[in-house]
């Protein structure tokens, strides 16, 4: 993974932050692309560097403004790109599995995607439940997870209008992607389910359930799961 071949490419998106883009065919060659890079750098040592936020196909880098050369910077970056491909192996991505009841009022938007793609609603939790998806990383809310993997069929523009509130739990797909929130807030992602499981809770010891890199299933279950669960462990108010 040189810097110099073309499939990396070095920029300042500002005066204390580098921004770093791998070219990636596919999704899940940049998550190995971008996680080998993440830990060649975390290994050098880079002079001032404060920390990384790792994206689908990007890394940035933030340094201490009072400690930042640029040359310097840039240089040790490209030298640790270099041993990336030589980086330690990452222990095989967890497995999630997420319960989600595609019922009713939990499911305000179902029914609109499916009729948008041809389909029934059950052909619709169908395709959504049977995908496999990637992690790609954290953003937004604490917890909420971008997830890669939807069927084509299902890929559907987010709301002309955002929700002003989502429940907490609410499964929803925007364009290529879908992903849970974690708590109540405003949103424009199409909702076609909802989960009992906390997302986020800082109390855990892992407080957001998935990380970078999980890989994740949505299981279909009941409404009387669903409530059954919530009480057991009730959701966020």
């Known amino acids: 993974m040189d810097a110099s071949d ?3 490419r070095l920029n300042w998106a500002s005066e204390r932050h580098l921004r770093i ?7 899940a060659a940049s998550n190995q692309d971008i996680d080998h890079a993440l830990a060649a750098i975390e290994r050098a040592g880079v002079p001032g560097l404060l920390g990384i936020t790792p994206a689908v196909s990007t ?3 933030e340094f201490d403004i009072a400690q930042l050369d640029e040359s310097r910077a840039v240089s040790a970056v490209r030298l640790a790109l270099t041993d990336a491909a030589d980086a330690l192996p990452h222990a095989p991505p ?3 599995e997420i319960p989600v009841c595609y019922h009713g009022e939990l499911a305000p938007d179902a029914y ?6 041809g389909l029934s609603k059950a052909e619709l939790i169908r395709l959504h439940s049977k995908a496999d998806y990637t992690v790609q990383f954290i953003g937004f809310a604490p917890g909420f997870g971008y997830l890669t993997g939807l069927p084509e069929r299902l890929s559907t523009p987010r709301l002309d209008t955002p929700r ?3 429940p907490s739990g609410s499964v929803g797909i925007a364009g290529d992607m879908t992903g849970v929130y974690p708590g109540h807030t405003a949103g424009g992602w199409r909702l076609i389910g909802r989960t009992p499981l906390r997302m986020f809770d800082p109390d855990r ?6 990380a970078r890199g999980d890989r994740v299933r949505f299981v279909q279950i009941s409404l009387a799961e669903f409530e059954a669960q919530v009480q057991e462990k009730p959701l966020d108010d």
């Not at 883009?21 to 999704?27: E, H, N, R, T």
């Not at 010891?205 to 998935?210: F, I, M, V």
Request: aromatic share 0%; net charge positive; hydrophobic share 60%.
């Open 164 to 166: 002003t509130r989502v």
């Open 112 to 117: 609109t995607v499916a009729r948008k793609h």
């Open 205 to 210: 010891a892992r407080p957001s359930l998935l």
């Open 21 to 27: 883009a791998l070219d990636a065919g596919v999704a």
């Open 94 to 96: 967890a497995l999630i």
């Open 6 to 8: 073309g499939v990396l």
């Open 59 to 61: 890394l940035l880098l």
